[in-house]
């Protein structure tokens, strides 16, 4: 077991054979910077989401999942402190570009559309609001930044970087999946705005989905019966904590304030709801499972 990599909110351990541990904590970051506070049992709901969603897009992409539930995991992992925040993966080559499906225009991309009509790469209509629907999902690619923010680049940068067939196979794999996830979310009363896929080569060549899939950490929801275009929706996602940081005075660097308790449970029971709306499974029902 070795420590490879760790990010602002998962750990990532070799365990051998090709196998990687993905633990996912209960840091949260905001604007780049992890706050102070943690959410308890956020990682067990981001890690549930994914598990939930592999599962639901298998028929579109493979993906890197092997296991979850405290039985498949490697005895170092099978402590109560990692139930329901781990996941035993296939080890993969990732594509060095975050594949970003914009469903509305929120975040960057209303950023970017603000200043100069348009979003990675793609004209849009002119007179368009904040959180508007666009005329169909579009393929917004970014770097992955090490350091900073990560920045919108259009998909020919994309075919630049990896080659066109892999850009496309890339798009078409992320535009399906939106497509899918969006449906699925629209019927349990939630609009998925936008989401952020990974995908990497396995040993035999196929493009796979890794990381996590349609998170609240990767994702933006709102609720559906609550969504008015022209101001920033309420959200099941990170923007009810960046709301609360950006009326906080906080700069957005380094250090970032610590949080106040309500504003913690506010972002857990956000995260849990999320889960629950979208799998029509108690996130309690979810955790036993994981323990088995």
Request: net charge negative; with cysteine; glycine share 8%.
């Amino acid at each position: 077991m070795t420590l490879i990599a760790q990010g602002k909110v998962r750990d990532v351990h070799d365990v051998g054979g090709g196998r990687l541990v993905m633990v996912t904590s209960d840091r949260i970051s905001a604007y780049d910077v992890v706050m102070p506070t943690p959410i308890p049992g956020k990682g067990q709901v981001l890690t549930a989401l994914s598990v939930h969603w592999f599962a639901r897009l298998a028929d579109i992409v493979p993906n890197h999942l092997l296991g979850w539930r405290r039985s498949e995991m490697p005895e170092a992992f099978r402590g109560q402190d990692h139930v329901g925040r781990v996941m035993l993966v296939r080890r993969l080559d990732m594509l060095p570009v975050e594949c970003v499906v914009r469903g509305y225009l929120a975040g960057s991309g209303w950023r970017d559309y603000r200043a100069t009509g348009a979003t990675s790469g793609h004209a849009l209509p002119a007179g368009l609001r904040q959180a508007d629907p666009l005329p169909e999902p579009l393929f917004a690619p970014a770097t992955k930044a090490h350091t900073g923010h990560d920045e919108n680049i259009p998909p020919a940068r994309v075919a630049e970087l990896v080659g066109r067939a892999t850009a496309e196979e890339a798009e078409r794999i992320a535009i399906a999946c939106y497509r899918r996830a969006a449906a699925d979310c629209r019927a349990a009363g939630i609009i998925l705005a936008d989401t952020k896929l990974e995908l990497g080569r396995d040993p035999e060549g196929r493009l796979v989905l890794g990381d996590e899939a349609f998170t609240s950490d990767s994702s933006r929801f709102w609720p559906a019966d609550r969504h008015v275009p022209g101001a920033s929706p309420p959200s099941f996602d990170k923007q009810y904590l960046r709301d609360w940081l950006d009326s906080s005075g906080w700069d957005h660097s380094p250090p970032a304030p610590r949080l106040p308790d309500e504003v913690v449970e506010g972002t857990r029971a956000r995260y849990v709801e999320a889960y629950e709306r979208i799998t029509g499974r108690s996130f309690a029902d979810w955790l036993e499972e994981a323990a088995s």
